[in-house]
């Protein structure tokens, strides 16, 4: 039922953060061009609000990833399901992302990116979750710092539900 969400960070807060991310964008790459890297699915509406939002030449390309957990690997093992469609090669590129949360899916995708030699390589979400983080990654761009909940909205789901949701929600599961 709807009672599990509480709020977290209001539609309100998520707008305007925004907005500051892609003013610090576009400082950073002033005359340059960039490629925005979502990560399916989660990211798709955080980067659709922020590429509105920046005003540097702008391409999109998506990757889907999935992450397996198996009992006797202590790292989750990340594979491509959908592979970006755009060349890397000479181009600054934004990999943007839902959530950092062990990382361990954001440092297969950096990896996966810088072996393509781009011109530059950052790293962009909407949540950071670091209590949480197994390799030492901290992204380039931050939306909000959050603790060490399960969280929906804005792309997030649970169970493939409340990724429409406008704000970030605590869930009980």
């Known amino acids: 039922s709807e009672s599990e969400l509480k709020e977290l960070i209001s539609e309100e807060r998520i707008k305007a953060r925004i907005k500051e991310i892609a003013q610090d964008i576009n400082a950073d790459y002033s005359g340059e061009s960039v490629l925005f890297v979502g990560i399916l ?5 955080f980067l659709a609000d922020l590429v509105r939002e920046v005003s540097v030449a702008a391409d999109i390309g998506f990757i889907a990833v999935s992450s ?11 594979s491509i399901l959908y592979d970006l469609d755009r060349p890397v090669e000479g181009k600054n590129v934004v990999i943007v992302e839902d959530i950092a949360d062990s990382g361990l ?3 297969f995708l950096i990896s996966s990116v810088k072996a393509r030699t781009p011109k530059s390589l950052k790293v962009c979400v909407l949540l950071d979750k ?18 060490d909940a399960f969280v929906v909205g804005c792309g997030l789901d649970y169970a493939g539900r409340y990724r429409n949701l406008k704000g970030i929600y605590t869930v009980r599961p």
């Open 105 to 107: 899916t954001l440092n």
């Open 68 to 78: 397996y957990k198996d009992k006797d690997v202590s790292e989750g093992i990340v």
């Open 41 to 45: 699915k989660g990211s798709f509406i």
């Open 130 to 147: 670091p209590s949480r983080r197994k390799v030492n990654i901290t992204p380039d761009y931050i939306g909000f710092q959050i603790p």
